[in-house]
């Protein structure tokens, strides 16, 4: 059983992953034992991150490498930066990401239409630019979505439109880059980490009374480690029938 969760000798690339989820998805697949380079624009968290794999002595070994994920030039510097450290590129997850602004489509400035669409949606076709030529037989892309993509959210129609692209990306890569690569991608519910936190202006008082309004079925909010668990299966020999698919983890059906 453990074969078909062990990433041995695999090489991946996590972008966002400093904190929340991105950490959690990074320190998960070292785990299982894949060499991870950390990707994010603040080398601080990412080198806290690295360090934390390292210091475990549990699975694969971590680097740290700053990246703008808007920029098709910083991303292409990180996928030769996972092939020159560890000799090959198996999996690439784009969890960077995000929009700390809420505004009705009307008044929203078009900088921030612009920038949402670069570090959500953009980001994605730079990653594939970036990592394919890179790519060994049965690679992996796990993209990071939300269930913003599938519903409508007030405030929200610019990172709502530039999800449904991720998820669109995502059905469309699967077909181009079959057999060798599979790509799929989640779409989390409320995870509460501090960036969700901060974006909806939120402190921990508040997820009580938000528990009780979504009634979810599963009882709690989500972690950061649901999330990598399903990533793990997505890029694991486990899930080698499973490409081109946007799936919901949200706790509730």
Not at 1 to 29: H, N, P, Q, W, Y
Not at 41 to 66: K, L, P, Y
Not at 73 to 102: H, P, T, Y
Request: glycine share 10%; charged share 15%; with cysteine.
């Amino acid at each position: 059983m453990s074969a078909l969760f062990d990433l041995t000798g695999k090489t991946a690339v996590v972008t966002g992953a400093g904190r929340g989820i991105g950490e959690g998805i990074a320190t998960t697949l070292a785990e299982a034992g894949a060499n991870i380079v950390c990707a994010a624009r603040s080398t601080d968290q990412i080198e806290h991150t690295a360090n934390v794999i390292n210091a475990s002595n549990t699975g694969g070994r971590a680097i740290f490498h700053q990246t703008d994920v808007s920029s098709p030039e910083d991303m292409k510097a990180l996928a030769q930066r996972a092939v020159d450290e560890f000799g090959s590129l198996d999996i690439w997850v784009n969890n960077a990401g995000g929009s700390l602004v809420s505004c009705p489509l009307a008044e929203l400035d078009p900088a921030e239409w612009d920038k949402t669409i670069a570090v959500n949606l953009s980001s994605i076709f730079y990653s594939v630019q970036a990592a394919v030529p890179h790519f060994t037989d049965k690679s992996a892309m796990v993209n990071i979505s939300s269930l913003a993509g599938l519903e409508p959210f007030a405030g929200s129609a610019h990172y709502s439109a530039a999800k449904a692209g991720v998820n669109m990306l995502t059905k469309t890569l699967g077909i181009e880059l079959g057999p060798k690569t599979r790509v799929n991608t989640i779409m989390p519910g409320f995870v509460p980490t501090d960036t969700v936190k901060k974006a909806l202006s939120m402190s921990d008082e508040d997820f009580g009374p938000l528990l009780e309004q979504l009634q979810l079925p599963a009882g709690r909010l989500g972690t950061p480690q649901d999330i990598a668990a399903l990533v793990l299966y997505m890029v694991a020999p486990s899930s080698e029938w499973l490409t081109g698919q946007a799936v919901a983890l949200s706790g509730k059906p």
